[in-house]
């Protein structure tokens, strides 16, 4: 379990740096750094300006961040509610086993039922076998039958282009 010092909070714009070391250490653990284009600038603009796209909780050991959760709502039609999709949760690495994962999904579900959703949900990556034993040890369900799919860069620019005849 954690350390008494333990807490978890919100995510200020001064935490901006720590938010981008750790969401390019979870590229780094799950073989994707080459795919982290983010920056300071974006994080701000995205986390923080004037629409906020997006939300982070950080864990702290003794005052020290060691692990965050970043999140955002989406809805679902069939519950007419809306729900909390989980975009990254990360831990360092020498924290691990310590219950902050734990402490960060359960402050998300408080989170999602304070604000009335239906769900709260995310995507792992196959091959990660102990987040997925960790994820269904706390009752979370694969959702095996959906196929996720992305449309991304060029290929995005073509589909937002009107239908030439």
């Not at 990556?125 to 102990?130: A, T």
Request: hydrophobic fraction near 45%; include cysteine; charged fraction near 20%.
């Amino acid at each position: 379990m954690p350390a008494p010092a333990f807490t978890i909070r919100p995510a200020t714009p001064q935490d901006i740096p720590v938010i981008l070391r750790f969401i390019t250490e979870l590229a780094v653990y799950e073989k994707l750094r080459h795919e982290v284009v983010a920056t300071e600038a974006a994080l701000q603009h995205s986390l923080f300006g004037e629409r906020p796209y997006a939300e982070v909780v950080l864990a702290l050991e003794g005052g020290i961040p060691v692990g965050f959760a970043l999140f955002f709502h989406n809805y679902s039609t069939f519950l007419a509610q809306p729900g909390l999709y989980l975009e990254d949760l990360f831990v360092l690495p020498e924290h691990r086993g310590k219950g902050y994962g734990e402490a960060l999904l359960r402050y998300l579900a408080r989170l999602a039922v304070s604000r009335s959703c239906g769900r709260l949900e995310w995507s792992v990556l196959d091959w990660n076998e102990p987040a997925i034993s960790f994820y269904k040890k706390l009752g979370a369900i694969p959702m095996d039958e959906w196929t996720t799919f992305r449309v991304t860069g060029e290929h995005l620019k073509q589909l937002s282009e009107p239908e030439s005849d």
